[in-house]
């Protein structure tokens, strides 16, 4: 089997980490890294002793498939070309600027029998790979996404920096029609939201609330998944799970606590979370990995052997949807009962702040 030909676009952070992680991935030949900016581009040649280029153009004849790690707003056009061109691509999240884009990824790939992935991470964070196993019906989600000010990705705001993770997961999880969302954001440092709460309802009656928030004190990577017969609280900056599942005797509703003795009401507030019957806890801490690299196999192997990849264009365009519509309706959230009173994330009078696009 040949190996795929890989070149990493964009040599930013991601770019930087991408290249370095690329080089070491099984059944992959690395060509090289595309960036239009000299002095990066000179330096990452330099310090990986690789081929870099000014354009894809000048390259895409020596590959199969390309890692897309450029700014947003370029992954359309780059995607495109690449594609058109018959070459697969793994896009860095999000997957476009805007839902007509994601669509013309979407329906280029299939036309031209490309794999097409989306970088949405966590999926491939162990933790969440073993808490998935445990909650197969999802009834209620929370996530939280904290983090201090890093001056990083200050072209989008904290729904598309932060919170489209966590928007990733729970639709991975839950696997359902959204029907509502509810949402509100405020900006700090501007001229994005940068604290924002989502409400999701669920055609198969799950909620899910999802808090992000970059200007925070705590930094915060945790999600709890409440399922029909287990709970799950996954920690991603750790990389662990804790997942207490429904005993026999609970499950059943088998405990009747105004008959039961003494002695069981001492047994079930001594040994609640042991007994296999009533709230058993695992602990989870799975092996070691790098989540971004993992990402990377998944794609090349999907090439290499003629499957999906775990996170596809279409699921990346599903997230992009998600995340347009709470942007929305953050700018409608009204701050004050008066028609004229502040709203959207700058809490400003409507009359004196034009709504932003939302996309």
Not at 150 to 168: N, Y
Not at 181 to 194: C, K, M, R, Y
Request: proline content about 4%.
């Amino acid at each position: 089997m040949n190996n795929v030909r890989l070149a990493v676009i964009g040599a930013g952070h991601l770019g930087k980490i991408h290249t370095r992680l690329a080089q070491q991935l099984e059944g992959v030949e690395f060509v090289g890294v595309v960036e239009p900016h000299d002095e990066s581009r000179c330096a990452i040649a330099e310090e990986h002793d690789i081929l870099a280029c000014a354009h894809h153009d000048d390259i895409i004849d020596r590959i199969d498939a390309a890692v897309i790690a450029a700014p947003t707003k370029f992954h359309h056009s780059v995607a495109m070309d690449l594609i058109e061109a018959g070459k697969h691509v793994l896009i860095e999240k999000p997957i476009t600027v805007t839902l007509d884009e994601a669509d013309d990824i979407v329906r280029a790939a299939e036309q031209h029998n490309v794999v097409a992935a989306v970088g949405h991470v966590e999926r491939f964070n162990p933790a969440f790979s073993a808490a998935a196993a445990h909650v197969k019906s999802p009834k209620y989600i929370e996530a939280s996404r904290t983090s201090g000010f890093t001056f990083r990705s200050t072209d989008v705001g904290a729904v598309l920096d932060l919170m489209i993770h966590d928007l990733d997961a729970v639709l991975a999880l839950v696997n359902s029609e959204i029907v509502d969302i509810q949402a509100l954001g405020i900006t700090i440092f501007g001229p994005h939201e940068d604290m924002v709460q989502a409400r999701l309802t669920f055609a198969n009656g799950c909620v899910a609330n999802i808090s992000a928030s970059r200007t925070s004190f705590v930094s915060t990577r945790m999600t709890h998944v409440y399922a029909e017969d287990a709970y799950a609280q996954i920690d991603f900056g750790a990389r662990k799970a804790r997942v207490v599942n429904l005993g026999e005797q609970l499950a059943d509703r088998g405990v009747d606590i105004y008959s039961i003795t003494d002695e069981q009401r001492q047994h079930i507030r001594e040994h609640l979370f042991e007994d296999p019957a009533l709230l058993p806890i695992t602990d989870i801490t799975p092996p070691e990995c790098n989540p971004l690299q993992d990402e990377q196999q998944d794609f090349c192997d999907a090439i290499r052997f003629g499957r999906a990849p775990r996170v596809t264009a279409r699921a990346g365009r599903e997230t992009l949807w998600a995340a347009q519509r709470i942007l929305s309706s953050i700018q409608r959230h009204r701050w004050d009962s008066s028609p004229q009173g502040r709203i959207g994330p700058d809490a400003q009078p409507l009359q004196s702040l034009p709504l932003r696009k939302a996309g």
